[in-house]
């Protein structure tokens, strides 16, 4: 009994002391020691702060719990101060900056001290989740939203970032940690940037980078994301942080190709470095020195292993065992510094490869290369002097730069820098450092400057003879350098100097394929190899609009083929008939469609194509069809074309002729119905079957059943050729030639017959011929 009772208080103790730890972690609160409302405006805040401040302060004040104290009040101030601290303090209830992320630390470690009191062997629940050791591995590296925007994009221009995506209870991440681990310590040295995002406490940055799966690992470089998608080892991360770097950055130099190399520096103002080594390959940590100085020098890598390098390492003296690194500058002949040491660390060549930066006497070709070379003057003991040439560009390689240049290298100082300037390129510059230009035209000239403001103020001093490169000038020169260490005020004139042409900026042209090269490039890896969710409605666009493309196409091509149609409902019918005379469907705004030149389709009307091109045509249809006999074919066909060329563009019409020699009976039965037309002769007239049909043209309205007559005009020849047999009527009523001979003055004139037939289809369109109904179409044998 005396042991359970035991046992009971034990308990209790060990839970009245966890309350107690907790009630004293949550005792600590800012707003109330600082005295103010959770309300209060950060004036308000200082205001506060500064008064306990004085009031607390252990030198000021004595009470022995004044220190502990004056600590409270400065922390309080810290976190209400920030309003990012404030902020996770008031939604979470700590100011940590991983809103919540320490919270749930305090809580798991106050879990962990409960267990171990309560004799909880940690290997029987084995779970790595959270764990003060994984959590170590990744705490220096974890990144925010406002710390990746404004630090990580910026840097990934000078150098590649490789991020890993993690949450809590995530298996896989807990399988590639040793991995992750090993490469990191790897990659760190070698300059490859390193982040981790929690997803589950920053999952505003894991949905910005595109991240919706744990764990996910991506690269970052020039602010563009690429995702890792191959098995997590040390070699695939390790290539895929060396596809992340352009492939350009180093050049492969070699006996045949080394002097124009170095000589590159004419045209690109830079420095070129040659690194010298027996691997067959370019090194990682070369190539991200490479990029990370990509703007300021050109490098290039020798392979001493490989047959065609033994000139070029007998020419500067290498030694073939031992990695070495050679800047050139201004002289090809004989490197400006030298470094050489086995295991390279990045440190060493970044030191080495920053005092090499520039050329001995730069060109200023950008606005910001002028800035870096002749920085503005912060104070007297800071002051920078430029030396400029201004030369002529074609005399750049002559006596007078020769000069400069070997001057500026037997006078290099911390204070002085030489620069150059092509005054035919930079003539605003070059004219606002010589008011007086007549007396340098076309020769070289040096000024002395010290730029005062950004904004452009600079104090200079123009040489008042031109420069020769001559003794005399470089005595001249000295002179005045000396003057100026001991006499600032030598620089007596004042000017404000435009900015800098940018003259290596690409061109407009260049810069626009670049950007859209970025985009597809971009494009396609979001497509294929990136995140899709953010990429579906897109697709969806995409997908959506070429289906309604080639709907339209096939619908378009359906509606337009001969295929035979069912007829309108009923209700329709009646509203076309409502419409008189005039037929929308043969408006001259059907005629949008342009028919092929030169080109017009008139088929046969015969006892196949009957039903379709009569019987059974579409509602708003019509067919023209041409009467002609065998020995007129060719001829009327041809002139039938040429008058109803322009009007094969309405969709509404189409084109026939019916042989005269076959179907006769068939045309002298419609001709009946015409109303104008006199008696049908019949078979027993001796006269039948010498009346002249060849010519006449009948519009046919299939599905109303009615049809329009043209009749062929009489041709000025047939007229004075027929002499005494009079003229016809225009129209050749039929009944006019019944019991009259044939004059047998010679064939009429086939073509002429339809010299009228565009005027009549003029009509037929405006729908103000006349319309001879019949109760339905005869059959044609």
Known sequence: MEVKKLSISWQFLIVLVLVLQILSALDFDPYRVLGVSRTASQADIKKAYKKLAREWHPDKNKDPGAEDKFIQISKAYEILSNEEKRSNYDHYGDAGENQGYQKQQQREYRFRHFHENFYFDESFFHFPFNSERRDSIDEKYLLHFSHYVNEVVPDSFKKPYLIKITSDWCFSCIHIEPVWK????????????????????????AHHLGAHSTPSILGIINGKISFFHNAVVRENLRQFVESLLPGNLVEKVTNKNYVRFLSGWQQDNKPHVLLFDQMPVVPLLYKLTAFAYKDYLSFGYVHVGLRGAEEITRQYNVNVY??????????????????????????????????????????????????????????????????????????????????????????????????????????????????????????????????????????????????????SDKFTLLGYLDQLRRDPALLSSEAVLPDLTDELAPIFLLRWLYSASDYVSDCWDSIF????????????????????????????????????????????????????????????????????????????????????????????HMNVVLILSDPTKTSLLQKFALEVYTFTGSSCLHFSFLSLDKHREWLEYLLEFAQDAAPIPNQYDKHFMERDYTGYVLALNGHKKYFCLFKPQKAVEEEEAMGSCGALDSSLHLGESRGKPSCGLGPRPVKGKLSKLSLWMERLLEGSLQRFYIPSWPELD
């Open 322 to 471: 031992t990695p070495t690194i050679l800047v050139f500058k201004e002289h090809i002949n004989k490197p400006a510094d030298v470094i050489q040491a086995r295991g390279m660390k990045k440190q060493v060549i970044d030191d080495f490869i920053t005092q090499n930066k520039y050329l001995l006497a730069a060109r200023l070709t950008s606005q910001k290369l002028f800035h870096e070379l002749c920085p503005v003057k912060r104070s007297h003991r800071q002051r920078k002097y430029c030396v400029v040439l201004l030369t002529p560009e074609a005399t750049k390689l002559g006596k007078p730069f020769e000069a400069f240049l070997s001057f500026a290298l037997a006078n290099t100082q911390d204070t002085v820098r030489f620069v150059h300037i092509y005054s035919n390129r930079q003539q605003e510059f070059a004219t606002t450092l010589l008011p007086d230009s007549d007396t340098f035209p076309g020769r070289s000239a040096v000024s002395i400057l010290e730029r005062r403001t950004t904004g452009g103020r600079v104090v200079y001093k123009t040489l008042e003879a031109p420069w020769t490169g001559s003794e």
């Open 529 to 620: 190899h990136n995140n899709w969710r953010e990429m579906m409605p897109l697709l969806s666009l995409v997908f959506s609009a070429l289906f309604i493309l080639f709907g339209t196409v096939i619908v378009q091509a359906f509606s337009d083929s001969n295929d035979e149609r069912e007829s309108n409902p009923p209700d329709k019918e009646e509203v076309h008939e409502k419409a008189g005379k005039t037929e929308p469907s043969f408006t001259k705004e059907n005629s949008s469609k342009i028919p092929k030149k030169g080109f017009v389709e008139v088929t046969e009307l015969t006892d196949v194509t009957y039903t379709s091109n009569l019987v059974r045509l579409r509602p708003g």
């Open 182 to 205: 090993e490469v990191v310590q790897e990659l760190e040295g070698l300059g490859v940037g390193i982040g981790v995002v929690h997803a589950g406490y920053e999952r505003r940055l």
